[in-house]
């Protein structure tokens, strides 16, 4: 049984702060991972993806995989109002991305208050 | 990145009804899935629908129920079968373009 975990939040963080969001997934075998957004009455959207152990920035987000601990995690730097979400953790078993169905985590309702 | 959209946006639909879903890409895409969103919940795979056979549903989605058409590669249905309350959910088309899995806008369907 393929799981992944989030907390659910509300977390809530001061606008400027560091949000960081955390996740972990039960299968061992799985090989990709992503950070999905999703503003409420909308459809996700790709954040970030990471395939391999260490961190990976792009902008304002890092994400940061550390497969032994089977842990997946996004900070968020200089956040801002705009940011407020829910975050959601998906784990993909195969390698290649999105060659598989996606398992989603319950997400995380982020708050960046102003 | 693959445009999506879906038909309808949404619906209200009476038990024992069905309703078919549409999921059009502007371009060819192997891989397309389609996922149900419950109230306030994360995202469920209801099946993988690949362009010339059958449609592989996940543990607790059953083809009677959820049927699934891809008749090409840029395109498909899925139909919700006989409808109840608990069917009421935000239902979602992806696709996979270069790697990574984008999303339709979703068919918010709620049953009376």
């Known amino acids: 049984q393929k799981e992944v975990e989030q907390n659910s939040g509300p977390l809530s963080v001061p606008e400027g702060a560091i949000a960081s969001l955390n996740c972990t997934y039960s299968d061992r075998g799985s090989q990709s991972f992503f950070w999905y957004r999703q503003y409420s009455g909308k459809s996700p959207e790709l954040i970030m993806s990471?395939?391999?152990?260490g961190d990976k920035e792009d902008g304002r987000f890092t994400a940061q995989l550390n497969k032994a601990s089977q842990y997946v995690s996004l900070l968020i730097r200089d956040s801002q109002p705009s940011d407020s979400a829910t975050y959601l953790c998906?784990?993909?078993?195969?390698?290649?991305?999105?060659?598989?169905?996606?398992?989603f985590g319950k997400g995380t309702h982020l708050i960046i208050q102003p | 990145s693959a445009v999506i959209s879906q038909k309808p946006s949404r619906d209200i639909c009476q038990r024992g009804t069905s309703l078919t879903i549409q999921c059009q890409v502007d371009?060819?895409?192997?891989?397309m899935f389609w996922y149900r969103q419950q109230p306030g919940q994360s995202l469920t795979l209801i099946a993988t629908a690949n362009q010339g056979s059958e449609a592989t549903y996940e543990s607790g989605f059953v083809i009677d129920k959820f049927p699934i058409s891809r008749p090409n590669l840029t395109f498909s249905t899925l139909t919700v079968s006989n409808m109840s309350p608990e069917d009421s959910s935000i239902y979602l088309c992806?696709?996979?373009?270069?790697?990574?899995?984008?999303f339709g806008p979703g068919t918010r369907l709620t049953v009376l």
């Open positions: 990471i395939y391999s152990n």
């Open positions: 371009s060819q895409v192997t891989m």
């Open positions: 992806s696709v996979v373009d270069t790697d990574t899995q984008y």
């Open positions: 998906a784990v993909n078993y195969l390698s290649g991305g999105g060659a598989d169905g996606l398992t």
